[in-house]
């Protein structure tokens, strides 16, 4: 790395850490090529170190003292000389130094026996992707009688009727439920865990302003522990439109979002997004984790899942569930279908019970005003283990009142002991988003649900019912 300190990028995502290291001295040599790199240098010949040192002698005497301690650029220097040849290689190192780092944690953990010779002699043979496999091998191989392979068998009709009668009367069924939407309450029955449910829109109509509106403000409102994975967005990203999010609809205060965005605030904007910091670390829970996938691979969903849910989280966001290109033997709706099956197999309530959001962006088969299932041609075989899917699009104008093909919204009253249907009326200058429940096991699909949009200021409202039948005009 010292000789090649681009290196210093390539492995900035491996988790490399003082117990990575046997030797202080080689941790010590790692960390200040590191922050070298990290300002700047990108030639670490002794003239450049030297001169980064002297312009940190007043921050840092120890910095100075250890390469002094450690024989300074004479001892980096005579490694660089001996690894010239091994160049090309650096991968291979990094996996050995990070093999060797697991086997000592298995050693100090009491999991390797050290008078068994013929295992060590096998593990050290090993690659460290074999090592992987083998203790995930050895591990369920151990519990491999735990419920048969994870099947439990019943007796349907028991004495335990009753018992889920009380049950389900206590409202064990309903998930704790979304924020500010009763609607969506209704047809969802809040967010159940041991399902998953899939948001589908097409690009750039919203479904991160959903996700951050409505689910994460759910855990967060709710102090649920939960992990949120995003492949198209960092984490300053995520967090300036969590803050704006917050101040919009929470703090009940307009932030722009082009403004939040574009810097340079004025007194208002920077005391809002304070404000709204100061909200959400009053309110936060103990874990919500923002797990960015620089590359995305879907692997990588059910590691990290199962690893937090050991540490008790029980909520999963996916923004944007998609193919992750390892499937080259396979069409693009074959290798997500695939995904959606593991996905579901792992968070359902017979495995990890965990409730489980993925945002989907599907291309449309054909241009269609209702939308179920069949708008979305074969990737209908992506949707079919998810409890509940909603499908959603922008109201076209000719479906404001009065017009061609008026939506026709309303919402439900009770009146002298009765509910009945009272007429919405949309704004002609707002923008609408129509969601139709293609699958529900929890309500009804019978009706949709419109939320009035602001895209500039990353706003949800939920505002009506619609009853748009199939058998509506199709037509653009």
């Not at 309450?185 to 509106?213: A, Y």
């Not at 969903?301 to 998609?322: H, Q, R, S």
């Amino acid at each position: 790395m010292w000789s090649n300190p681009e290196l210093y990028r390539k492995f900035r995502n491996h988790n490399i850490t003082k117990d990575t290291f046997t030797e202080n001295i080689w941790y010590y040599y790692y960390k200040l090529g590191q922050l070298m790199y990290d300002n700047g240098v990108r030639r670490f010949d002794e003239e450049t170190v030297i001169s980064f040192l002297d312009s940190r002698k007043n921050v840092s005497k120890e910095l100075i003292n250890k390469y002094n301690k450690y024989g300074g650029y004479e001892t980096i220097g005579y490694l660089k000389d001996f690894c010239h040849e091994d160049k090309g290689n650096e991968e291979y190192h990094l996996n050995e130094v990070l093999k060797y780092e697991a086997l000592r944690k298995f050693y100090k953990e009491g999991f390797i026996n050290k008078e068994n010779k013929e295992l060590i002699n096998k593990l050290v043979k090993m690659t460290l992707k074999q090592i992987q496999i083998y203790f995930n091998h050895k591990f369920k191989d151990a519990f491999w009688n735990v419920n048969y392979g994870q099947v439990e068998i019943y007796d349907l009709i028991d004495e335990d009727l009753y018992q889920t009668i009380e049950d389900m009367d206590k409202g064990m069924a309903m998930g704790i439920p979304f924020v500010d939407t009763p609607r969506l309450n209704k047809v969802t029955k809040g967010w159940q865990r041991g399902n998953l449910t899939m948001l589908v829109l097409p690009s750039g109509f919203g479904k991160s302003t959903f996700v951050r509106t409505i689910f994460t403000t759910t855990l967060i409102k709710h102090n649920q522990k939960g992990i949120v994975f995003v492949n198209e967005e960092g984490k300053k990203q995520w967090q300036i439109s969590m803050l704006g999010v917050v101040a919009n609809n929470i703090l009940g205060k307009k932030l722009n979002r082009d403004k939040i965005f574009e810097g340079n605030y004025d007194e208002y904007t920077k005391a809002t997004l304070k404000e709204a910091a100061d909200w959400l670390m009053a309110n936060r829970p103990d874990m919500l984790k923002l797990i960015v996938l620089k590359k995305y691979r879907f692997e990588d969903i059910l590691n990290y899942t199962e690893y937090y849910k050991a540490l008790g989280a029980n909520y999963v966001i996916i923004d944007t569930f998609k193919p992750d290109g390892s499937h080259t033997d396979m069409a693009r709706w074959e290798a997500l279908s695939r995904d959606a099956h593991n996905l579901y197999d792992l968070i359902k309530e017979e495995n990890l019970n965990m409730g489980c959001i993925a945002t989907l962006q599907l291309k449309i088969g054909k241009v269609f005003r209702y939308l179920d299932h069949d708008s979305i041609a074969k990737s209908k075989e992506v949707v079919e283990v998810a409890g509940v899917t909603l499908l959603g699009r922008l109201l076209y104008k000719d479906e404001y009142p009065g017009k061609k093909n008026d939506i026709k919204p309303f919402n439900f009253v009770k009146r002298d002991g009765k509910w009945k249907t009272v007429p919405y009326t949309l704004d002609e200058n707002k923008e609408y988003i129509i969601f139709y429940v293609g699958k529900s096991r929890f309500g009804t699909t019978r009706y949709q649900i419109i939320y009035e949009v602001d895209y500039a200021y990353n706003t949800l409202k939920e505002v009506a019912w619609a009853r748009h039948r199939p058998e509506s005009p199709t037509g653009i």
